[in-house]
């Protein structure tokens, strides 16, 4: 199966290497880190430490999936200050 979709993307990935990648967002990670994947070749990018695009390897998707969690724990925790701040507002 392998062996199939890498012959598929053998004419988009000339096609990249002439024109260049065509990035799309397919996951926001955090607000800083996102994944990308290309619509010609498939290939999958993320957002490294240090703000700068890298390739998405297995060990970045596990990075990701962490960063995500620990993410999506503090921004609830956000809202909660959110909604906590607006009733002492509403009270001023
Ligand atoms: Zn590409």
Redesign the pocket.
Known sequence: MKTTSNKMALI?KVY?SLFG??YQVTKNVTSHVKEYT?K??K?ELTTDSNGNLTELTPTFREINVILERVYNSKTERLKEKAINSTTIYQHV
């Open positions: 988009p990249c990648h065509e290309c010609n070749c290939k």
